[in-house]
């Protein structure tokens, strides 16, 4: 039983009552228990409908089996059935009063742990050496830790890997012009971006140059010392920029976690030489391809992915199959998420393919990509600066937190260095929460006025949520004892006790869709039922001392479950604004 989850609860007496009447066998989920406030009730059971079909039989007649048999007078007031043959379930008060205290001693707020847990690899930010982290590695940055810290929380093992592009032919012509720059151990790229741009260049302008780019690659791939050593200069520079914008986006990405394609160029050839062995690889051209199955283009023909290049070269793709194998072999991982934007979706359904096929993937080892959208600025197109650029990622999070001194309230006592923590927790919380708010497969505009308003579903609305219930329980200065009773007298905090005892399926559906929207929709709900009661029933003049104290202690919860589901997503909760 999974304490603090009412639905569940009651879903688990629907179970039992048809296995009685009808000697039929669902689970608790199956009972399809969902919250309504249809006719006063506080639930709906709509299980009646799909068995009767199953069964042969009238729903409504289904439906009065169940209330006859249904074994939950303690909880609920008699059943009524509505339409068709919906359950209308109406919670008696001391039960929820009940359900709802039991969560005041409990650190996890109801949320119980998983009984199956897995080791689980995310594959997240993952930016490119060399050049600035943009707008869609931030997506994927936000996106990826939100996963880590659910998954974590409901009891995965979770390692975090960032997948950084450091290898290829590209760095041939960076590190030549690293040595033509000159400028040594001490030399310092402020923008990454020009620094490629002018490499680039010179790559395509200067044919002794491109020649010198050329042999690079052959040295660097050869394992050359001196050229290693410019190579390392580069990806720590690069990492430089890249943990200048984790630190301030509080994400636990280290170097430890670092497995960029360089890492895997070990594994490359016993990669290739297994797929051989396993009869995938055609060769096409002078290249070795693999063609996975069910993939093909408009004319019908197969579509392959290159993984030896006519020159000997890997690619992008043999760097993915030595990823898969990688982890799920050496590393003994029973999933795989891939948090990168959606048009890399076919590449990975390929490679999901042709790994499957090998051996790597199959149904105790799983992979899946979670795409994402793109960021839009105003005008519907991709975000860009006012010039017309691409923003760079710390632009945009230095301009986020200085947004958010403007909406920081002006009776705030906050000053100093706490003033500018303050800050940036309500600005890089807004950023992240826009994001992770939004459905993630879909594009979002981005605008600072939506995202740090006072009022609708913003991370600033539950921030100042939370601060409010500190700052009610500041003033009236009494803390209630943990077992002081619960009393929902008013429709309000009922509302918003039954709301809190909800937090358990709210986060099960945000893990179990891989959608964090689920967790931020329910929080925003909590908020809003907050400010209902807030604003109907008084805590600091209620009737009566224990009144109060159920009150106090309503809000208390209140503000632990905001806290813990901003928590989940990565964003701060200040004390005080
Ligand atoms: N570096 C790539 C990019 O910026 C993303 C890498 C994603 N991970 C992977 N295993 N391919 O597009």
């Known amino acids: 039983m999974l304490r603090g989850d009412v639905g569940l609860e009651l879903g688990q007496r629907v179970a039992r009552a048809l296995r009685v009447a009808l000697d039929v066998d669902i689970t608790a989920e199956e009972a399809l228990i969902r919250p309504s406030n249809r006719d006063g009730a506080d639930y709906q059971c709509n299980v009646a409908m799909s068995l009767a079909k199953k069964i042969g039989k009238n729903p409504r007649e289904v439906a009065a089996l ?14 009524e059935i509505a339409g068709p043959g919906f359950i209308n379930l109406k919670l008696r008060r001391e039960w929820l009063e009940a359900q709802a205290a039991s969560l005041v001693g409990d650190s996890r707020l109801g949320v119980p742990e998983t009984d199956e847990p897995r080791r689980i690899a995310i594959d997240y930010s993952s930016p490119n050496v060399a050049k600035e982290m943009h707008v869609g590695h931030l997506r994927s940055t936000i996106i990826g830790d939100a996963f880590c810290r659910l ?38 790229i402020s923008d990454l971006n020009a620094f490629y741009q002018q490499a680039r260049q010179k790559f395509d302008s200067d044919p002794g140059f491109a020649d010198r780019a050329r042999r690079r690659v052959v040295l660097l791939q050869g394992g050359d010392e001196a050229t290693l050593k410019l190579w390392h200069e580069l990806v720590g520079e690069s990492q430089r920029h890249f943990n ?18 360089s890492f895997y160029n070990p594994y490359l050839a016993d990669t290739i030489t297994e797929l051989q062995q396993k009869g995938l690889i055609e060769t096409s051209d002078g290249a070795l391809c693999v063609f996975p199955p069910g ?23 043999t760097t993915d199959f030595a990823t898969v194998r990688y982890w799920v072999r050496d590393r003994k991982v029973d999933e795989l998420i891939y948090v990168v934007g959606t048009p890399q979706s076919q590449h990975f359904q390929m490679i999901f393919a042709t790994s499957k096929q090998a051996g790597w993937l199959d149904d105790a080892h799983t992979a899946v990509h979670t795409g994402f959208g793109t960021i839009l600025g105003a005008d519907g197109k991709t975000i860009r600066t006012r010039a017309g650029g691409t923003i760079k990622l710390i632009d945009l999070l230095t301009e986020a937190v200085e947004n958010a001194y403007k909406v920081m309230p002006e009776t705030s006592d906050v000053e100093g260095a706490d003033k500018d923590a303050l800050a ?37 609305y539950i921030q100042y949520a939370i601060a409010r219930i500190n700052a009610i329980g500041r003033m009236v200065g009494r803390v209630p004892a943990d077992d002081a009773p619960l009393i929902l007298q008013e429709q309000a905090e009922r509302d918003l006790a039954l ?67 901003l928590s989940l997503l990565g964003i701060g909760a200040p004390e005080r604004l």
Do not use: C
Not at 66 to 79: F, K, M
Not at 244 to 261: F, P, V, W
Not at 534 to 556: F, G, H, I, P
């Open 244 to 261: 200048q914008i984790y630190e301030l986006l509080g994400i636990g990405l280290s170097a430890g976690d670092n497995y960029g394609e």
């Open 424 to 460: 940036r927790t309500i600005g890089l919380g807004a950023v992240k929460y826009a994001d992770l708010s939004n459905d993630r497969e879909k594009d979002y505009v981005f605008t600072w006025e939506k995202m740090l308003a006072h009022t609708g579903d913003t991370s600033v």
């Open 151 to 188: 998954l974590t929380f409901a009891g995965h093992e979770v390692i975090p890997h960032n997948h950084l592009g450091d290898w290829g032919t590209p760095f041939g012509m960076l590190i030549e012009h690293l040595t033509d720059e000159g400028q040594g151990a001490e030399h310092e």
């Open 66 to 79: 169940i209330v006859e048999h249904l074994d939950a007078q303690d909880a609920i007031e008699t059943p």
């Open 499 to 565: 709301k809190l005892l909800q937090l358990p399926t709210a986060i099960q559906a945000a893990i179990d869709e891989l959608a964090p929207h689920k967790l931020t929709n329910y929080l925003f709900e909590t908020a809003t039922a907050f400010t209902a009661f807030y604003s109907s029933a008084s805590v600091s003049k209620a009737e009566t001392q224990e009144l109060q104290d159920s009150r106090l202690q309503l809000l208390a919860l209140t503000s632990r479950v905001l806290t813990l589901g």
């Open 295 to 317: 993939f093909s283009n408009r004319e019908g023909d197969r579509l392959p992915l290159i993984v030896r290049k006519s020159d000997g070269g890997y690619g992008y793709a």
